[in-house]
């Protein structure tokens, strides 16, 4: 598709800004956190928002504006989360994350001058190194030292485990590999991973517009797993699901096997009595739900445009359902409620309606500013709660709550669901 197959819904915004808001006022608990829109909390600009965004790619098409890097600053001042698309489509058809996403295609193409350095060194790094992290592709393996892990590349298994850049390759994060790697074992599942083979998912080059390199690498992956006879692909990372789940399918190659997040996974062991979580975690925690795993891992096919007309005056889009409305919802707190000793309280924005932590759509990188207003946001509503500990399942996610946390100077503390699982299991 192109941007300009999405002009007619450019046009169509009736600039109501309900693209701004929860829009469901019964949802609602408080006009405190009422808002949806990260970009237009922080700047309270009309153009930062989807609305003032397809005006933007409107007047592009019509030539009344060229790219510059005032529009590429308000282009990339959005972390995509996909909060805006939900809400419009409450009464509307109007496709806002395709245009924003077809939007800074379109600019990743034309306008090279001036995109963001940031984004530069990471679709670099995926095209040099395979990952986004800029490291070599053997120390993909240095979190499974001393593990029973089976590798792909040399044995067969039912469960191809993707483990991701960061949950292979950041020092920090890789206790979450670790754990679910031992909570898998612990459930005799027979799984393994392709190691230094392993690619980058991609999500990072999705997001910020370079297609060329996304869909390069989507097929590279989807014929990967499909050549390895795996019945699943489960990951833990919300980012690589996301994107593998909703966005691959639209690519081509045919893919021969389901793919789950580690969290979906974890629920049905739990629940087939594989794994019995046991021992008491005395913790009251609220849950945070990533957008990748909720919003953008709805597998909608979007309109692209196309319409047809009722009594030959009314234009109708057949859209089946809502995006965001079949994310990952309920598994991850059916883990979490599964463990004896938990108390957990949620936040008044969530599920599909969560706010987003403010690390994704290339901002943690490029305006990490507007990444930090954002999780502080989130880690004030946490806080609302109660609550001592703040659980989610991204690394994403969690690598900002922890920056926003020490910024603050917050007594919060972060922590992925495994973490807590894997505390409980015998």
């Given at each position: 598709?192109?941007?300009?197959?999405?002009?007619?819904?450019?046009?169509?915004?009736?600039?109501?800004?309900?693209?701004?808001?929860i829009p469901i006022p019964s949802l609602?608990?408080?006009?405190?956190?009422?808002?949806?829109?990260?970009?237009?909390?922080?700047?309270?600009?009309?153009?930062?928002?989807?609305?003032?965004?397809?005006?933007?790619?409107?007047?592009?098409?019509?030539?009344?504006?060229?790219?510059?890097?005032?529009?590429?600053?308000?282009?990339?001042?959005?972390?995509?989360?996909?909060?805006?698309?939900?809400?419009?489509?409450?009464?509307?058809?109007?496709?806002?994350?395709?245009?924003?996403?077809?939007?800074?295609?379109?600019?990743?193409?034309?306008?090279?001058?001036?995109?963001?350095?940031?984004?530069?060194?990471?679709?670099?790094?995926?095209?040099?190194?395979?990952?986004?992290?800029?490291?070599?592709?053997?120390?993909?393996?240095?979190?499974?030292?001393?593990?029973?892990?089976?590798?792909?590349?040399?044995?067969?298994?039912?469960?191809?485990?993707?483990?991701?850049?960061?949950y292979s390759l950041d020092p920090e994060?890789?206790?979450?590999?670790?754990?679910?790697?031992?909570?898998?074992?612990?459930?005799?599942?027979?799984?393994?991973?392709?190691?230094?083979?392993?690619?980058?998912?991609?999500?990072?080059?999705?997001?910020?517009?370079?297609?060329?390199?996304?869909?390069?690498?989507?097929?590279?992956?989807?014929?990967?797993?499909?050549?390895?006879?795996?019945?699943?692909?489960?990951?833990?990372?919300?980012?690589?699901?996301?994107?593998?789940?909703?966005?691959?399918?639209?690519?081509?190659?045919?893919?021969?096997?389901?793919?789950?997040?580690?969290?979906?996974?974890?629920?049905?062991?739990?629940?087939?009595?594989?794994?019995?979580?046991?021992?008491?975690?005395?913790?009251?925690?609220?849950?945070?739900?990533?957008?990748?795993?909720?919003?953008?891992?709805?597998?909608?096919?979007?309109?692209?445009?196309?319409?047809?007309?009722?009594?030959?005056?009314?234009?109708?889009?057949?859209?089946?359902?809502?995006?965001?409305?079949?994310?990952?919802?309920?598994?991850?707190?059916?883990?979490?409620?599964?463990?004896?000793?938990?108390?957990?309280?949620?936040?008044?924005?969530?599920?599909?309606?969560?706010?987003?932590?403010?690390?994704?759509?290339?901002?943690?990188?490029?305006?990490?500013?507007?990444?930090?207003?954002?999780?502080?946001?989130?880690?004030?509503?946490?806080?609302?709660?109660?609550?001592?500990?703040?659980?989610?399942?991204?690394?994403?996610?969690?690598?900002?709550?922890?920056?926003?946390?020490?910024?603050?100077?917050?007594?919060?503390?972060?922590?992925?669901?495994?973490?807590?699982?894997?505390?409980?299991?015998?």
């Open positions: 598709m192109a941007l300009a197959d999405y002009k007619k819904d450019m046009m169509r915004c009736v600039r109501c800004s309900t693209c701004k808001f609602l608990k408080s006009w405190r956190f009422a808002q949806g829109c990260p970009a237009i909390a922080k700047h309270n600009f009309h153009s930062f928002s989807a609305s003032g965004k397809l005006i933007m790619a409107l007047s592009l098409l019509e030539g009344r504006i060229e790219y510059s890097p005032k529009v590429m600053e308000i282009l990339y001042n959005c972390t995509l989360c996909g909060m805006c698309d939900l809400s419009c489509k409450v009464g509307t058809d109007q496709e806002l994350w395709e245009v924003l996403h077809e939007f800074r295609i379109d600019a990743w193409q034309k306008n090279e001058k001036n995109r963001f350095a940031p984004h530069v060194s990471i679709v670099e790094s995926i095209k040099s190194y395979d990952n986004v992290w800029q490291q070599p592709r053997r120390k993909r393996t240095d979190w499974a030292k001393g593990l029973k892990v089976k590798d792909l590349n040399q044995e067969k298994a039912e469960v191809l485990y993707f483990v991701g850049c960061t994060m890789r206790r979450v590999a670790k754990n679910t790697a031992i909570l898998f074992n612990k459930a005799g599942v027979d799984f393994g991973t392709l190691g230094a083979n392993e690619k980058c998912c991609a999500s990072p080059a999705f997001m910020v517009g370079d297609e060329e390199l996304f869909q390069k690498m989507a097929i590279e992956n989807i014929n990967t797993f499909n050549q390895l006879g795996v019945k699943k692909v489960v990951t833990s990372c919300a980012g690589c699901f996301g994107l593998i789940k909703s966005k691959y399918p639209r690519v081509g190659p045919e893919m021969k096997f389901e793919v789950q997040h580690s969290i979906e996974f974890l629920n049905e062991l739990i629940k087939e009595g594989k794994l019995k979580p046991s021992k008491e975690v005395n913790l009251s925690i609220t849950y945070h739900d990533p957008c990748h795993l909720g919003r953008m891992s709805d597998t909608r096919i979007p309109s692209h445009g196309v319409e047809h007309y009722e009594l030959g005056t009314m234009p109708i889009k057949d859209i089946p359902k809502v995006m965001g409305m079949n994310g990952v919802y309920e598994p991850p707190r059916e883990v979490l409620k599964s463990i004896p000793g938990i108390k957990l309280i949620e936040m008044e924005r969530r599920r599909e309606y969560a706010w987003c932590c403010g690390s994704g759509g290339g901002v943690k990188s490029a305006f990490p500013e507007l990444a930090m207003d954002t999780v502080k946001e989130r880690l004030e509503e946490a806080r609302a709660t109660g609550a001592e500990t703040i659980v989610s399942c991204c690394p994403w996610c969690e690598k900002n709550f922890e920056d926003g946390i020490r910024d603050s100077d917050s007594e919060l503390k972060v922590v992925d669901a495994v973490d807590l699982l894997i505390q409980s299991v015998e």
